[in-house]
């Protein structure tokens, strides 16, 4: 740990993402007692089908301790937040992806709402996740048209029609014979990163796999409670 960390540490103690008590250990990604209630996801209930996709991997549900905290990551802009998020990611993707990635990219935002909120939460989470694995990390995507949240949207269909055409690959990527980890916070459909997906193979990556925080649809069954990896 460097000498500024431990002056931040002791001016802003790191709190747990979940239940916001200081940590007793402040680079741990969560404090004991979250640690064991967190929503954990356990082999084949960590992984589902996306289009165009090799994989996608979540350690964790979408249940209320990963919802509260990614809702204050994202709308209440805890960027702090994203540091422990990518710790459970990274341990995620070493663990289901032991061969490893040559590159790391993530979900763009369109400009109206990257201005809204400041930052590009999948971003912060794939640039740490890259960090952690010594594993490259940049932009390939860009968001071309805005769009409605999908949060707002309920139906697949209606999802999908969303994500449409809402992306290109930025100017000069080559991705050529790459593997290449898509990172984005939490899966729900699949919409977005099957068309963000698609794109990538179109720039020439071998494999795309993708990551997540959390899961949020058809993951009810085989969800466990943990207290370390996903």
């Known amino acids: 740990m460097s000498l500024q960390e431990k002056v931040l540490d002791l001016l802003f103690p790191p709190k747990c ?3 916001e008590k200081i940590l007793d250990a402040p680079r741990a990604p969560a404090c004991p007692g979250c640690q064991a209630r967190l929503p954990w996801l356990e082999g084949k209930a960590g992984e589902r089908t996306i289009d165009f996709a090799s994989g996608c991997y979540s350690p964790l549900s979408y249940g209320e301790l990963t919802r509260d905290a990614i809702h204050r990551y994202k709308f209440s802009r805890v960027r702090a937040l994203g540091k422990p998020f990518a710790v459970l990611m990274a341990q995620c993707l070493s663990e289901r992806l032991p061969g490893g990635a040559d590159y790391i990219t993530w ?9 809204e909120r400041g930052f590009n939460q999948a971003e912060l989470l794939g640039r740490e ?11 390939a ?19 999908r029609a969303n994500a449409r055409g809402a992306y290109a690959v930025l100017p000069g990527t080559d991705l ?8 984005d916070d939490v899966v729900t459909s699949g919409a977005t990163l099957s068309e963000c997906a698609a794109l990538l193979r179109q720039a020439g990556a071998e494999r795309v796999f993708c990551l997540t925080l959390a899961r949020a649809r058809g993951n009810e069954t085989g969800a466990a409670k943990k207290g370390e990896n996903c």
């Open 17 to 19: 993402p979940y239940c």
């Open 107 to 115: 979900a763009p935002l369109s400009r109206r709402r990257l201005r």
């Open 129 to 139: 996740v890259g960090r952690l694995l010594a594993i490259p990390a940049g932009p």
């Open 141 to 159: 995507l860009e968001k071309v048209r805005d769009t409605r949240p999908q949060s707002e949207l309920d139906e697949e269909s209606a999802r």
């Open 176 to 183: 050529t014979a790459r593997r290449v980890v898509l990172v």
